[in-house]
């Protein structure tokens, strides 16, 4: 319990935080109608009306959980496209789009993984691609993601290749930069002196590789995989922007399209 009360401390305030931001965001709306209709509106009824506008400019607390469950354990057990009637997800539903989402997203991790690992051990290994690839492996990710993904999508397109791979492929390329830069430096952790006595004991380089470097980068090594799901996760939701084949992407663009703020914050 002890643990838990300050994290509970802290989403309570944020909460409450929220809530006192969605009165003056609301606010200006409710009095624009007001003055159109000649009333007077008191502080109460104001705080009451931005409190559940149906297109607010920021969405209550309560208004985004209702859209949750409207939009996952009504659409699919009391829609008529859900799984309760179907025996399939609903397209209309979150859980629908979350697992497109996630499908695409865990595949591009899992390959930006391995081509970051498999990238990283050839530069330790390999002077000439330390020398070459690492610098273009970071020039890579100066390239915004938003104007990349469209012309991935293009040309892959062209080529009869759609749906899950063009969104992998570009949750790849932003997941494998950040193992590349780990698995490099946990390569590279042992000092001179543990080297050294690798090499008086005539340990080959494989035996190197498999008794010293490789457990000295796992701290490395899981550290950068926080920060490449992460990357994969918008890497993903970007490529189904331009898609629009389903996905969380999908999902907010269309919020966006019709001004339905309370679907996106759900989203």
């Known amino acids: 319990m002890r643990r838990s009360l300050p994290v509970l401390t802290v989403v309570v305030v944020l909460i409450g935080l929220w809530y006192l931001l969605v009165i003056p965001m609301n606010a200006k709306w409710e009095r624009d109608q007001a003055a159109r209709a000649g009333t007077e509106l008191g502080l109460g009824t ?39 009637r179907s025996g399939s997800l609903s397209n209309r539903s979150l859980v629908y789009h979350g697992l497109v989402t996630l499908g695409a997203t865990m595949l591009g991790f899992v390959i930006g993984t391995g081509a ?41 397109n062209s080529v009869g290749i759609s749906g899950l ?11 494998f930069f950040p193992v590349v830069v780990g698995m490099v430096k946990g390569l590279r952790a042992p000092d001179a002196m543990q080297l050294d006595l690798m090499k008086t004991w005539s340990a080959s380089g494989g ?15 899981f550290a950068s995989l ?10 993903t939701i970007v490529g189904e922007l331009p898609v629009q084949q389903g996905g969380l992407g999908v999902r907010l663009l269309s919020g966006s399209y019709y001004g339905q703020t309370v679907q996106i914050w759900a989203a």
Do not use: C
Request: hydrophobic content about 55%; overall charge positive; charged content about 10%.
């Open 46 to 84: 104001l705080v009451v009306n931005t409190m559940g506008q149906d297109r607010p400019v920021l969405p209550a607390p309560h208004q985004v959980v209702v859209e949750l469950w409207n939009s996952t354990v009504v659409e699919e057990f009391t829609g008529r496209r859900g799984i309760w």
């Open 116 to 156: 970051g690992i498999l990238l990283a051990i050839g530069i330790v290994y390999n002077k000439a691609m330390d020398a070459s690839v690492m610098p273009w492996a970071i020039a890579s990710q100066t390239i915004p993601i938003i104007a990349l993904a469209p012309m991935i999508i293009v040309v892959l």
């Open 165 to 175: 791979i063009p969104k992998a492929i570009i949750a790849a390329y932003l997941s």
């Open 207 to 221: 035996q190197v590789f498999r008794t010293l470097r490789l457990p000295s980068s796992m701290p490395y090594l």
């Open 226 to 235: 926080k920060v490449g799901v992460a990357a994969a996760l918008v890497g």
